[in-house]
Nanobody
């Protein structure tokens, strides 16, 4: 079983910065894509940013130019640096990792963290 664990959420004023990290533990043979999603109250979960094993990145339109995703393959960890935060960035941020445990046929599965709350005040 692969378990991603997020950390770094909290309260920040609008215009400020915050960094999130997500470390995957458990039975991990290899990791493919890693990403961050968020869900605000009353809204659907949406993509914030994703990064492939080769380092290619993809961002949601609302965070382009403000957020940066990166990963440390040696640590099975993905990061999200959030700058110029806005109140509308307030949400629970979830980490998703595509991983192969090494057991059974080669098949990457999605594993979700439990989320970390980011609150941006005015």
């Amino acid at each position: 079983q692969v378990q991603p664990v997020e950390s770094g959420g909290g309260l920040v004023q609008a215009g400020g910065s915050l960094g999130l990290s997500c470390a995957a533990s458990g039975s991990i043979f290899s990791i493919n894509a890693m990403g961050w999603y968020r869900q605000a109250p009353g809204k659907q979960r949406e993509l914030v940013a994703a990064i492939t094993s080769g380092g290619s990145t993809n961002y949601g339109d609302s965070v382009k130019g403000r957020f940066t995703i990166s990963r440390d393959n040696a640590k099975n960890t993905v990061y999200l640096q959030m700058n110029s935060l806005k109140p509308e960035d307030t949400a629970v941020y979830y980490c998703k990792i595509q991983a192969y445990s090494g057991y059974g046929p080669l098949a990457y599965m999605d594993y979700w963290g439990k989320g970390t709350l980011v609150t941006v005040s005015t």
